[in-house]
Nanobody, 127 residues
């Protein structure tokens, strides 16, 4: 079984940048679609950004489009990163990294396409 361990997050001031990292180990995650999701307080989990297996194709949700970057480094372990610039109070949420069941890109927006999840990281945007 694989394991995804997240780091980063915490309290961030509006307008600042946020960096999240996720290290995936124990499986061949380098050949799978990966993504970042978030769950705002009282709301459902939502897709933030997704990246195909080799980093060549990406997707960004409208709320973060133009101010975020998703990237990955594949190797013995796979590291997935998310940088979010000009954060807003609406970015407050628990953020999760996720690894999909395969490299199929057409399913990147399906929640049940992901079978490995990080532990979640609280991000609070507040002055």
């Amino acid at each position: 079984q694989g394991q995804l361990v997240q780091s980063g997050g915490g309290l961030v001031q509006p307008g600042d940048s946020l960096s999240l990292s996720c290290t995936a180990s124990g499986r061949t995650f380098g050949s799978r679609t990966m993504a970042w999701f978030r769950q705002p307080p009282g709301k459902e989990r939502e897709l933030v950004a997704a990246l195909n297996w080799n980093g060549g194709t990406s997707y960004y949700a409208d709320p973060v489009k133009g101010r975020s970057t998703i990237s990955r480094v594949n190797g013995e372990n796979t590291t997935l990163r998310l940088k979010l610039n000009y954060v807003e109070p609406e970015d407050t949420a628990v953020y999760f990294c996720a690894a999909a069941k395969s490299a199929v890109w057409s399913r990147f927006a399906e929640l049940n396409f992901y079978d490995n999840w990080g532990q979640g990281t609280q991000v609070t945007v507040s002055s």
